[in-house]
């Protein structure tokens, strides 16, 4: 198989002088220290695991010859979806947000799984389901464009309606240009579900710190304000320096029940 990228395990991490670490393992924290006095602190650090729960997760993201992870299968409609027989994410976004990269990073040490675009335009769209062992399963929602509600109506709606195994859907937002109309339209719509959600910001590699600060504060503002369904904190990610991949490694596997104790660092 081909070799994992650098950073892509924590071990390799664990190597970096600290303050790199930290930047790696828990972008959001490290800006904390960034904040106005005063500043309400609790969103930058709920959900916080330790060194072995990080661990543990990881381990579910690394196939090995007893456990598997592989694409299963797509689909157009929801009767084509395959059984929902396990806890289930998914992840939804514009097109370029950086989901396909975000779902290529997580799934780095598993060099075998393909993660297929489809980006051709007019070429079908489709829903991707990924088996993670007898652990949970990912799938990777088309990405929607400006016609954000058309494009949601015969499949992400359904889905994110109906599926009952459910347990968490990732909202990428892309980390440079903040919140756009159309994902204001998919905030109404898991709203309007009542379904759990959590806003994960992709590139942050291609911000500056003061431009992420401000997106950060402005969404978690918002989210304070306008949002029931949605987690306070916000997960930060870049699939080029693996940052934040191994936290969200970890709460995927925390939302799925497979890490159901996580001790705080
Ligand atoms: P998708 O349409 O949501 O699947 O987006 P892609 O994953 O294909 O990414 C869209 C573009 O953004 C591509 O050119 C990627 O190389 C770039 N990109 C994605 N993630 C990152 C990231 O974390 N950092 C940087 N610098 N570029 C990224």
Same mark, same amino acid.
């Given at each position: 198989?081909?070799?994992?990228?650098?950073?892509?395990?924590?071990?390799?991490?664990?190597?970096?002088?600290?303050?790199?670490?930290?930047?790696?393992? #828990?972008?959001?924290?490290?800006?904390?220290?960034?904040?106005?006095?005063?500043?309400?602190?609790?969103?930058? =650090?709920?959900?916080?695991?330790?060194?072995?729960?990080?661990?543990?997760?990881?381990?579910?993201?690394?196939?090995?010859?007893?456990?598997?992870?592989?694409?299963?299968?797509?689909?157009?409609?929801?009767?084509?979806?395959?059984?929902?027989?396990?806890?289930?994410?998914? #992840?939804?976004? =514009?097109?370029?947000?950086?989901?396909?990269?975000?779902?290529?990073?997580?799934?780095?040490?598993?060099?075998?799984?393909?993660?297929?675009?489809?980006?051709?335009?007019?070429?079908?769209?489709?829903?991707?389901?990924?088996?993670?062992?007898?652990? #949970?399963?990912?799938?990777?929602?088309?990405?929607?464009?400006? =016609?954000?509600?058309?494009?949601?109506?015969?499949?992400?709606?359904?889905?994110?309606?109906? =599926?009952?195994?459910?347990?968490?859907?990732?909202?990428?937002?892309?980390?440079?240009?903040?919140?756009?109309?159309?994902?204001?339209?998919?905030?109404?719509?898991?709203?309007?579900?009542?379904?759990?959600?959590?806003?994960?910001?992709?590139?942050?590699?291609?911000?500056?710190?003061?431009?992420?600060?401000?997106?950060?504060?402005?969404?978690?503002?918002?989210?304070?304000?306008?949002?029931?369904?949605?987690?306070?904190?916000?997960?930060?990610?870049?699939?080029?320096?693996?940052?934040?991949?191994?936290?969200?490694?970890?709460?995927?596997?925390?939302?799925?029940?497979?890490?159901?104790?996580?001790?705080?660092?």
């Amino acid at each position: 198989g081909r070799a994992s990228p650098p950073l892509a395990a924590l071990s390799q991490v664990l190597r970096l002088e600290r303050s790199r670490r930290t930047a790696i393992v #828990f972008p959001l924290q490290k800006l904390e220290r960034y904040l106005a006095p005063g500043t309400d602190t609790a969103p930058f =650090r709920l959900f916080q695991p330790g060194l072995a729960a990080l661990q543990r997760a990881e381990a579910l993201f690394r196939s090995d010859p007893g456990h598997s992870i592989d694409y299963v299968s797509s689909a157009v409609r929801m009767d084509h979806a395959p059984p929902p027989a396990l806890p289930e994410v998914c #992840f939804i976004g =514009r097109s370029n947000v950086g989901k396909s990269s975000l779902i290529r990073a997580l799934f780095s040490l598993a060099p075998e799984v393909e993660v297929r675009v489809s980006k051709t335009p007019g070429h079908t769209k489709k829903m991707n389901f990924f088996k993670v062992g007898k652990y #949970f399963t990912l799938v990777d929602m088309p990405g929607y464009g400006y =016609r954000a509600p058309q494009d949601f109506v015969e499949m992400v709606e359904a889905y994110l309606q109906e =599926r009952r195994n459910l347990k968490r859907t990732f909202l990428l937002v892309d980390g440079v240009v903040g919140l756009q109309k159309t994902d204001h339209i998919a905030v109404e719509m898991l709203e309007e579900f009542g379904i759990p959600y959590v806003m994960v910001l992709t590139k942050i590699d291609r911000a500056s710190r003061g431009l992420l600060l401000k997106n950060v504060l402005e969404i978690q503002e918002f989210v304070k304000e306008n949002t029931q369904g949605c987690f306070p904190q916000l997960f930060l990610v870049s699939s080029v320096e693996f940052s934040g991949v191994h936290l969200l490694r970890c709460f995927v596997a925390h939302v799925t029940g497979n890490l159901p104790t996580v001790e705080a660092s």
